[in-house]
């Protein structure tokens, strides 16, 4: 996260109360620009994170990629 474009932000940008869409814009705009914003999502998922903004996504745009994982998790064990 030291390499991210949030490194030097307010966390709190990232974790918007409810209902703040200026927050989650502005979060968005900022890991638009991140170097890191790909391995930033890999982890959110890979930890299932339910709060904030990771890799750009919030997490109720996570959900739908998580559930896409598990199926296809399920479906590699056969």
Partial sequence: MAAGA????NWDTFFPSPGQRNSVRDAKWICSGCSI???CLEGA????ERFGIWG???ERERRPLRRQRRLALLSEQG
């Fill in 45 to 48: 998922l890979e930890r299932e």
């Fill in 56 to 58: 750009g996504l919030t």
């Fill in 37 to 39: 914003r790909v391995e």
């Fill in 6 to 9: 949030c490194a030097t932000e």
